[in-house]
């Protein structure tokens, strides 16, 4: 147990809705990692915040958006949601921001319809 | 652009066979490379870091090395409970877009009794 929490464990939805995954860091934790997982693409890096405050993004599209809260846990939001974006969402925590040694969540399953 | 390769895609190895899985890597400047481990259903958990070439890291049966281009987790007498996923990653020494872990596809490996 990497002791990040992640909910929900499963979402199917239809196109063209917006959903919201959740993600409890470890204890401690500030930073927060947002990856996407397809099986063509890999683990690609969506965005990260530390303490609050964005600190990195990567390839995330518009249509998604993702905050920490004062509590440090983080969502992530998905909208106008399409096919494509069927995948699996890991969180991930750090105590550091600039470190690459990673707690893993085990991942919100979307499935777009 | 940095780029992360793994090869082979899939390994399927007999209990006690061992062999070395290849991660190839082009970053700007290294900051670490990272090994974790994934198993069916689960989040990436973290194996090793590796910061400079001539570098190595054991754990059980896993040691990890590190060149300037490339970097074997080398698996000695495997057993069934090593199959996983291998995920290598590159964290580059540009801090301007983050510190964020650029991962490769992965090796799936297989250990049979």
């Known amino acids: 147990d990497s002791g990040v929490t992640q909910t929900p464990k499963h979402l199917i939805t239809a196109t063209g809705q917006r959903v919201t995954l959740r993600c409890s860091p470890r204890s401690g934790d500030l930073s927060v990692y947002w990856y996407q997982q397809s099986l063509d693409q890999g683990l690609q890096f969506l965005i990260q915040?530390?303490?609050?405050?964005?600190?990195a993004k990567g390839n995330i599209l518009e249509r998604f958006s993702a905050q920490q809260f004062p509590d440090l846990h983080s969502e992530l939001n998905l909208s106008s949601l399409e096919l494509g974006d069927s995948a699996l969402y890991f969180c991930?925590?750090?105590?550091?921001?600039?470190?690459?040694?990673?707690?893993f969540g085990e991942g919100s399953r979307l499935t777009v319809l | 652009e940095d780029q992360v390769t793994q090869s082979p895609e899939a390994l399927r190895l007999q209990e006690g066979e061992s062999s070395s899985l290849n991660c190839s890597y082009t970053?700007?400047?290294?900051?670490?490379l990272f090994w974790y481990r994934q198993d069916p259903g689960k989040g990436p958990e973290f194996l090793f870091t590796l910061y400079s070439a001539g570098e190595e890291k054991e754990k059980e049966r896993l040691k990890a090395t590190l060149t300037k281009k490339e970097s074997f987790l080398h698996i000695t007498a495997p057993k069934p409970e090593d199959s996983a996923t291998y995920l290598c990653a590159v964290q580059a020494e540009d801090s301007n877009s983050g510190y964020a872990l650029n991962f490769g596809k992965g090796t799936s490996l297989l250990v049979t009794p």
């Open positions: 915040y530390y303490n609050g405050e964005e600190r």
């Open positions: 991930a925590s750090s105590s550091r921001w600039d470190t690459g040694e990673l707690f």
């Open positions: 970053v700007s400047g290294l900051r670490g």
